[in-house]
């Protein structure tokens, strides 16, 4: 066991115990007693104890209640069914404290009598000193637990994803007339190994389509069709560079490519599961992640931001701010704020947050590792709790408001500097709201007062249990103001706050946990580090008065990792081309598939690498080659081949995500808002608990703003976005499932929404154009799916048209009314068609 | 057209439904009748003992040592060491036996011990693994790995369904995920259609908030709305010749046609208003604790009353790694009473005899302790039931070890239990294939024992 140099100064120290006691992890440096601790304890602790809770909360006892003793140290600090009973220096942490001071109606020890003032207020000086306790378990002594290694790290080296990518030459294919760049030769040399041969070229218009949405996540514009179609008759690289380099230095990109970035990030702006508090700062990390796609910050510095940017040097306030804002990354996930036990607490948000940063970045689910060494990769317990002690040496912050089902509120981070600030309010107003925080502090005590009167005069049943719930609920209206105060100044502005990191005073390492149960440690502690199945060279060790976040990212961000560059371009892959090269995004471990290009995957790895992690770079070189031309024509005889189109010889008809189809659908209306809001729904809402202070009906009016500002809050996933197989915003999503279900025929036929959009884009065609006839339904063509109609098409919308108003005419509907029906619904059936939902 | 297209569904299509607009190429109505009507009811393969399948999904891993799998040992032995694990710990439940029977159920569930002579306890189950996305997932589609089609759109494959008015699989509050009821490959008409979601084990249907939004237009007559998805499904269908080979296109018409029709048949069938008021207490609807679980088992009879094949009916929370007994006694409130009342008002119908309804979770939970007050999950021995339907009630089959760790005796892994549903349906699971990229896939891959000693 190594002792800190503190540790050892000490006269008395019961380092020992404090190692092996269940509670102690993060008390492990300051858990050392004087001799008058200890002296205070036997003459004013033991005996208040033993006298007045051995009864039922002794193992000597006959019965055991709730689940709780208090006979020594490890039991007491472990507790009971409602949690730790006592929590060294934290008094509010403390049930038994909580319990004897009859604070909480629902928990009031001993049950028949309060103890005397003085008794109550011994035990407060000594949790407060740190709960010194000398008391060993008395009956059963727990075994002292080791964990050995099962996991041969040597042979886990072996899978392909573990071994650094190998530099490619570029091969030669026999057909040198089709590649335009190296990407397309990789591809070709499968295509004749195969016995394959490329689709043809697809047509210009259906090709800007395609960039379009994938670059911005909109259609283009007729006129840029036109544009593009002449341009690309002269010359079709220049015109697609041309509109390539539109597309990326146009602010839609980031919208789009941070959407993807964010299905990773797991983001939404509530905790989720049962108590479902709001982030109403949450959407600062969102603007956060647009905002370094437009400005191509290099993904590894990208990645180094969120992990520790707290952590790195800075220049001036701004980027202090930004690198504050990033490590939202961490902070974001789902919480369980009513968990009781706070050490529990603890490692189920670090094993969130390891979940998200390896299967994220490394395509790793090292999180398989908290219980049992990873069962298929080669990755033992150590190294997740190597990870968890970085983790654990790091306080996260989110926020959240204190209530007496969420018991875990925290602070959030100042700013430094923001660009944009929310509205604050009127002073009048912050004076109401702190009137209405002393009144609400007032009313708990009273109604504590009362229950209390009620439990003396032993009366029982539904008044006690009324009086508990008017309890519950006004504390957790209290908890609501106090964090609402919170996030305004003296003169009631909005403070600049974001969710983030900082690290945790004295870093420690995490011990190992049996089975992943946070009372059966090992004696082994797990020195912080890093997957071990993973060398990369140049690790740099952890320094002992910092978490090592820095150090992760630099591991994780490091030329020679084999996964984060692999795992990122096969990422861009899948969303270029509607497929992974490794098709299991987010698995690249032993359990998922091989790479169907393995030389292409390491060459775009080492390339992203060489153009210096630049996203954009890279995107550029893959929507340059040939293959991304590809038309998506079928063909019997290739399909035959290789009928899921694994080996690309032709491209994937893809279905446009949530958030393309509701944008395309605004856009092709005329009603989209392009400008980025302030802040987001969720912000305005404030601080509170989604379904209980703010209902769930707040975020279903749907502003004509892009999908990707839209509220995301967990459990209430706005329903344009949600019926079309939005990812699940509590774990990282690297693939959106695709569905064909009636509701979303259901949606596109009766929503609001659509019918909206629908009657805009009529009235467009009619008052701004001045359209009718052919004319009218070419423009309408045109902008639903970026070409003219086909005569047909023409013909039959004019068909549709009579036959509505022939249908129409039976009812009460006049001329007019009548005719914009009929073109709203022709739009509408635009809108509701496959074409306008697939990508050729 | 490809050969490998020619399904058993294509040969006994329909005649195309629908105005065909003249201007759209003749190749679009032969498109039409590629897709017309996949929902009819198709013969099974022999004689049924189950029509419809109602599948009471628990996620999470409930226990079932302490619920339906009797362990005497484990409560003898309760804080012995177990071998290489923590200590056993005996369920803090009791156990008696209940009906002619005798069937050991425990005191969670003391309504549903009631019909202890209708259930067929499967006490052998096992499955792959131990971990909740990939054992969910093997649950519902018999492969952890890959994507492939849910035993509801495989069953609805096969079958076809008796309204196609109503979609032919229905998940009320599916919890994320859509693999558990995904088509995969399978034409995307067999996917589950969602009803409700998992918020708290909230059921809003039939409650008046409305099961399924966007059931009714505003503006347009369903005569004016007719002829807007004509024109809609002719523009698919052009697409659908232009593309020459598309499913998801299919699957859009498909879906569009079906909503019209939900329009009208929806909700009539989930407003549960016209129940009388014993029904509604024998459900305990209006209790606050079984009123969710309730809400949707009553809708899953209203289903299954009105022709559905497959209804799924799920449940959270069943994940006690902590908390076990406040957590099982809490959960089973939930849905003893509602379950009960399912089987005898399917009974009073005379619907039971061919209805199959079964009760099962991802896997099961470790006779030895986490903590104190908790188990970890186990997928090597663990229970689930069945009732009706052609399976032999008051039946114990299949054991565990003497503790319930692992399965030992008629074991039955998900493709045995897979490979029995569809024989009690009426479909051999060795025939019922989709040729998909160049190979006849099934629901049970090349397993799968028909465990005919549960058959009646």
């Given at each position: 066991m190594k002792l800190s140099p503190s540790l050892t100064l000490l006269p008395f120290a019961l380092a020992a115990f404090s190692i092996s006691s269940a509670r102690s992890q993060e008390m492990s440096m300051k858990e050392e007693a004087t001799d008058e601790q200890i002296a205070f304890f036997e003459k004013k602790i033991r005996p208040a104890l033993i006298k007045h809770c051995y009864e039922c909360h002794s193992s000597e006892g006959d019965k055991i209640k709730g689940g709780l003793l208090l006979d020594a140290r490890e039991v007491t600090r472990r507790g009971g069914d409602s949690g730790p009973a006592v929590v060294p220096f934290d008094l509010a942490?403390?049930?038994?404290?909580?319990?004897?001071?009859?604070?909480?109606?629902?928990?009031?020890?001993?049950?028949?009598?309060?103890?005397?003032?003085?008794?109550?207020?011994?035990?407060?000086?000594?949790?407060?000193?740190?709960?010194?306790?000398?008391?060993?378990?008395?009956?059963?002594?727990?075994?002292?637990?080791?964990?050995?290694?099962?996991?041969?790290?040597?042979?886990?080296?072996?899978?392909?994803?573990?071994?650094?990518?190998?530099?490619?030459?570029?091969?030669?294919?026999?057909?040198?007339?089709?590649?335009?760049?190296?990407?397309?030769?990789?591809?070709?040399?499968?295509?004749?190994?195969?016995g394959l041969t490329p689709a043809a070229d697809a047509e210009p218009r259906t090709l800007l389509r395609r960039l379009s949405f994938d670059l911005t996540g909109l259609p283009p514009d007729p006129a840029q069709v036109e544009a593009f179609v002449s341009a690309y008759t002269e010359s079709p690289d220049s015109a697609i560079a041309t509109a390539v380099s539109a597309a990326l230095s146009s602010d839609r990109f980031g919208e789009r490519w941070g959407r993807h970035w964010l299905d990773l990030a797991r983001y939404a702006e509530s905790s989720g599961k049962e108590v479902n508090a709001t982030f109403p700062d949450a959407w600062r990390y969102r603007d956060y992640v647009i905002d370094s796609f437009n400005t191509d910050k290099p993904l590894d510095r990208f990645i180094t931001e969120q992990l520790a940017g707290d952590l790195l040097p800075y220049e001036n306030a701004k980027e202090r701010a930004t690198n504050l804002v990033a490590t939202g990354f961490l902070a974001i996930g789902t919480k369980n704020l009513n968990e009781q036990s706070s050490r529990q607490f603890r490692f189920d948000l670090v094993d969130e947050q390891i979940d998200t940063t390896t299967q994220a970045l490394l395509g790793t689910t090292v999180s398989c590792a908290r219980c049992h060494d990873h069962k298929f990769d080669p990755i033992p317990m150590s190294d997740y709790y190597a990870m968890a002690g970085i983790f654990l040496s790091t306080e996260t912050l989110y926020g959240t408001p204190n209530g007496l089902q969420s018991r875990r509120a925290t602070d959030l981070v100042e700013l430094p500097f923001a660009e944009k600030s929310l509205a604050g309010i009127p002073l009048a107003d912050l004076l109401d709201m702190e009137f209405r925080r002393v009144t609400l502090e007032e009313q708990v005590e009273t109604l504590l007062a009362e229950q209390r009167e009620q439990r003396q005069s032993n009366r029982n049943g539904e008044g006690v249990q009324n009086a508990v719930i008017r309890i519950l609920a006004t504390r957790n209206q209290l908890g609501v103001v106090e964090g609402q105060l919170l996030t305004y100044d003296d003169a009631g502005g909005r403070r600049d706050l974001a969710m983030g990191v900082r690290d945790r005073d004295e870093p420690f390492d995490s011990q190992i946990l049996i089975r992943g149960e946070e009372d059966n440690p090992t004696e082994e502690r797990a020195p912080r580090g890093f997957l071990q199945v993973?060398?990369?060279?140049?690790?740099?060790?952890?320094?002992?008065?910092?978490?090592?976040?820095?150090?992760?990212?630099?591991?994780?961000?490091?030329?020679?990792?084999?996964?984060?560059?692999?795992?990122?371009?096969?990422?861009?892959?899948?969303?270029?081309?509607?497929?992974?090269?490794?098709?299991?995004?987010?698995?690249?471990?032993?359990?998922?598939?091989?790479?169907?290009?393995?030389?292409?995957?390491?060459?775009?790895?080492?390339?992203?690498?060489?153009?210096?992690?630049?996203?954009?770079?890279?995107?550029?070189?893959?929507?340059?080659?040939?293959?991304?031309?590809?038309?998506?024509?079928?063909?019997?005889?290739?399909?035959?081949?290789?009928?899921?189109?694994?080996?690309?010889?032709?491209?994937?008809?893809?279905?446009?995500?949530?958030?393309?189809?509701?944008?395309?659908?605004?856009?092709?209306?005329?009603?989209?808002?392009?400008?980025?809001?302030?802040?987001?729904?969720?912000?305005?809402?404030?601080?509170?608990?989604?379904?209980?202070?703010?209902?769930?009906?707040?975020?279903?009016?749907?502003?004509?703003?892009?999908?990707?500002?839209?509220?995301?809050?967990?459990?209430?996933?706005?329903?344009?976005?949600?019926?079309?197989?939005?990812?699940?915003?509590?774990?990282?999503?690297?693939?959106?499932?695709?569905?064909?279900?009636?509701?979303?025929?259901?949606?596109l036929m009766n929503s609001d929404f659509v019918i909206e959009a629908a009657e805009a884009m009529a009235k467009t065609l009619v008052a701004d154009a001045g359209l009718r006839g052919a004319a009218l339904a070419r423009e309408a063509f045109y902008r639903a799916y970026s070409r003219p109609p086909t005569e047909a098409e023409t013909l039959a919308t004019q068909q549709y048209v009579e036959r509505f108003l022939a249908a129409a005419a039976g009812e009460s509907l006049g001329p007019e009314e009548a005719r914009l029906l009929a073109l709203t619904t022709f739009c509408q059936s635009l809108l509701a068609s496959a074409e306008f939902r697939y990508l050729n | 057209m490809s050969p490998i297209l020619l399904s058993r569904r294509q040969t006994l299509q329909a005649a195309s439904s629908g105005f065909a607009y003249l201007a759209f190429s003749a190749l679009s109505t032969l498109a039409a009748e590629k897709t017309a009507n996949r929902l009819a009811p198709l013969p099974p393969h022999f004689t049924p003992r189950a029509k419809r399948i109602i599948f009471l999904a628990m996620q999470g891993g409930p226990s079932h040592v302490d619920t339906f799998d009797y362990k005497p040992l484990l409560g003898r032995d309760n804080g012995n060491a177990s071998k290489g694990f923590a200590n056993l710990l005996g369920s803090p439940f009791?156990?008696?036996?209940?009906?002619?029977?005798?069937?050991?159920?425990?005191?969670?569930?003391?309504?549903?011990?009631?019909?202890?002579?209708?259930?067929?306890?499967?006490?052998?189950?096992?499955?792959?693994?131990?971990?909740?996305?990939?054992?969910?997932?093997?649950?519902?589609?018999?492969?952890?790995?890959?994507?492939?089609?849910?035993?509801?759109?495989?069953?609805?494959?096969?079958?076809?369904?008796?309204?196609?008015?109503?979609?032919?699989?229905?998940?009320?509050?599916?919890?994320?995920?859509?693999?558990?009821?995904?088509?995969?490959?399978?034409?995307?008409?067999?996917?589950g259609t969602p009803i409700g979601k998992q918020a708290r084990n909230r059921f809003t249907a039939g409650s008046g908030e409305g099961p399924i939004s966007n059931i009714a237009n505003p503006r347009l007559s369903p005569e004016l709305q007719r002829v807007q998805l004509d024109f809609i499904k002719g523009l698919n269908q052009e697409k659908l010749v232009r593309d020459q080979y598309q499913p998801e296109v299919e699957g859009i018409i498909e879906s569009f046609e079906l909503a019209f029709r939900m329009q009208d048949e929806v909700p009539e069938v989930l407003d549960i208003a016209g129940e009388p008021q014993s029904i509604l207490d024998l459900y305990g609807i209006n209790n606050a604790t079984t009123g969710g679980f309730a809400r949707q088992c009553l809708s899953a009879r209203r289903l299954a009353e009105a022709g559905v094949r497959f209804i799924q009916v799920n449940h959270g929370n069943w994940d006690h790694h902590r908390n076990l007994k406040a957590g099982l006694e809490q959960n089973c409130a939930e849905i003893d009473q509602p379950i009960a009342a399912l089987l005898e008002d399917l009974k009073q119908r005379d619907m039971l005899k061919d209805t199959l309804v079964m009760w099962a979770g991802e896997f099961g939970r470790t006779p030895h302790g986490q903590s104190t007050n908790g188990r970890d999950h186990n997928n090597k021995g663990y229970s689930m039931w069945m009732a009706g339907g052609g399976v032999r009630g008051g039946l114990r089959y299949g054991s565990t070890d003497d503790y319930g760790y692992q399965a030992v005796e008629d074991r039955m892994h998900i493709h045995d239990w897979h490979a029995t549903i569809l024989h009690l349906m009426g479909l051999n699971h060795e025939k019922l294939t989709y040729r998909y990229a160049g190979r006849d896939f099934r629901l049970t891959d090349v397993h799968g024992v028909v465990a005919k000693g549960i058959v009646a």
């Open positions: 942490e403390s049930l038994l404290y909580t319990a004897i001071t009859y604070e909480d109606s629902t928990l009031e020890m001993p049950p028949k009598h309060r103890l005397e003032a003085e008794v109550v207020a011994d035990f407060k000086t000594w949790i407060e000193m740190g709960a010194p306790d000398p008391r060993e378990q008395v009956s059963k002594t727990k075994e002292v637990q080791h964990y050995t290694n099962t996991i041969d790290l040597d042979k886990g080296r072996e899978h392909w994803a573990y071994q650094a990518p190998s530099p490619q030459t570029v091969p030669a294919p026999k057909n040198k007339e089709w590649g335009q760049n190296a990407i397309d030769a990789f591809l070709a040399v499968a295509h004749d190994e195969h993973v060398k990369t060279g140049d690790e740099s060790p952890i320094p002992s008065h910092q978490s090592g976040r820095l150090e992760l990212a630099g591991w994780i961000t490091s030329p020679e990792n084999p996964l984060t560059a692999r795992v990122y371009v096969n990422r861009v892959w899948l969303w270029l081309f509607g497929e992974g090269l490794v098709s299991s995004v987010d698995n690249f471990g032993t359990t998922g598939e091989a790479p169907s290009h393995p030389e292409l995957l390491d060459y775009l790895a080492l390339r992203l690498v060489e153009l210096d992690w630049s996203v954009k770079d890279l995107i550029r070189e893959i929507v340059s080659s040939r293959a991304y031309r590809m038309s998506s024509d079928y063909d019997a005889d290739l399909f035959a081949k290789d009928p899921e189109n694994r080996l690309l010889w032709r491209a994937n008809k893809r279905r446009l995500d949530a958030e393309s189809l509701r944008d395309a659908t605004l856009a092709v209306s005329g009603r989209i808002d392009l400008e980025r809001p302030l802040g987001s729904a969720v912000a305005a809402a404030g601080v509170g608990f989604i379904g209980r202070t703010i209902p769930e009906a707040s975020f279903e009016n749907e502003s004509p703003h892009r999908s990707v500002y839209l509220p995301i809050v967990r459990g209430v996933v706005p329903e344009s976005l949600a019926l079309f197989d939005f990812a699940d915003p509590s774990l990282t999503a690297g693939k959106r499932e695709i569905t064909t279900v009636p509701s979303q025929a259901l949606y | 009791e156990f008696k036996q209940h009906g002619e029977s005798g069937l050991p159920i425990s005191s969670l569930f003391p309504k549903l011990a009631g019909h202890a002579d209708d259930l067929c306890l499967i006490n052998s189950m096992y499955t792959d693994l131990p971990n909740h996305p990939q054992a969910t997932t093997q649950m519902h589609t018999g492969n952890f790995q890959f994507v492939r089609p849910s035993l509801g759109a495989w069953t609805l494959y096969g079958l076809g369904t008796e309204n196609d008015s109503l979609p032919g699989f229905i998940t009320l509050s599916p919890p994320n995920g859509a693999q558990s009821y995904g088509s995969a490959f399978l034409p995307a008409i067999y996917q």
